[in-house]
């Protein structure tokens, strides 16, 4: 009889949740697909949640892999290396559903911030790729607008599975790959036509951008500069009863984020607080603005 490999309880779990979901899918109905009891599931995952982490990090694996394939394929035409891209992302990406937590994972202080990061970065990814690809099909000047038209096509496709009541057929894929492939050409052709202005929202520039191309939500902003401040804090010489102090406020502040009615006048107050340090002035000054207080 062949031993079961963590490996084995991955795939059966990525065929559940995209089936079922994530949320509808219990370790007992992983351990029965990988042929096991539940109790032998815990040897190999602590929990549903790393187990999910295993699945993302997996379907990375895989979408590096297919990414780099297509890279390989010079003969293609770009308009048809955008469409296998499009079936790419459709077959490793979306198919799962595991792209839908980001919607429901909480950023900040949670236990699951690591499975958002690794959403994030498969995410990111393929965004990076996809401009690299609208590049090659509509030349430099599309540049300014890629990440708006990735925005478009993301959002296709994810109201595309929302709105599905069964799993997409492989003919269903090809046409949605090919319907989005019409789609991006009509918006590139918009947004170079130079008889109309076009207002960009996702550039490079944009204020849901940091350090990286990657597009930034509010939350994951916040996320971003919290954890900055927390690395600050922990590098810095200070007292310890003073450093102590500002790591307490600040979890404080992580704490009041978190909550969904964000008391205002408490947020202010531990930021005055924690601004008096020059070490963290302008991060604080950055939290302000995204919070717009």
């Not at 949640?49 to 990090?57: K, N, S």
């Not at 390989?72 to 198919?95: C, D, F, M, T, V």
């Not at 990735?150 to 046409?175: A, C, P, Y």
Request: proline content about 1%; glycine content about 4%; aromatic content about 8%.
């Amino acid at each position: 009889m062949k031993k079961i490999t963590s490996d084995d309880i991955i795939y059966a779990a990525l065929s559940l949740f995209s089936e079922k979901g994530y949320d509808a899918t219990s370790v007992d109905e992983i351990a029965r697909e990988s042929g096991m009891v539940k109790a032998s599931f815990y040897k190999y995952f602590q929990s549903k949640e790393e187990l999910l982490l295993g699945t993302i990090v997996l379907i990375e694996k895989l979408l590096d892999a297919d990414i780099k394939e297509l890279y390989l394929k010079h003969q293609l035409p770009s308009r048809e290396k955008l469409r296998q891209l499009n079936l790419i992302a459709l077959g490793r990406i979306y198919k799962n559903k595991v792209h839908l937590l980001v919607y429901s994972v909480p950023l900040i202080g949670s236990k699951e911030e690591k499975i958002a990061q690794a959403i994030d970065r498969v995410e990111h990814h393929l965004s990076n790729v996809m401009v690299d690809f609208l590049i090659d099909a509509y030349g430099e000047s599309i540049n300014d607008y890629a990440y708006d038209i990735g925005f478009v096509v993301k959002s296709i496709i994810i109201n595309s599975f929302r709105m599905s009541d069964s799993e997409l057929s492989w003919t269903e894929h090809q046409t949605l790959a090919e319907f989005i492939v019409s789609i991006t050409d009509m918006l590139a052709q918009g947004m170079l036509s130079p008889d109309v202005q076009h207002q960009i929202m996702w550039g490079r520039d944009s204020v849901f951008h940091e350090d990286s191309d990657q597009i930034w939500t509010k939350g994951r902003q916040i996320a971003h500069v919290l954890q900055h401040m927390e690395a600050v804090l922990k590098q810095i010489e200070l007292d310890e009863a003073i450093q102590n102090e500002h790591m307490q406020i600040l979890s404080r502040l992580q704490g009041e984020l978190s909550e969904q009615n964000v008391e205002t006048a408490h947020v202010k107050a531990l930021l005055l607080f924690l601004e008096q340090l020059p070490e963290l002035q302008e991060d604080c000054t950055k939290l302000k603005a995204i919070l717009e207080v």
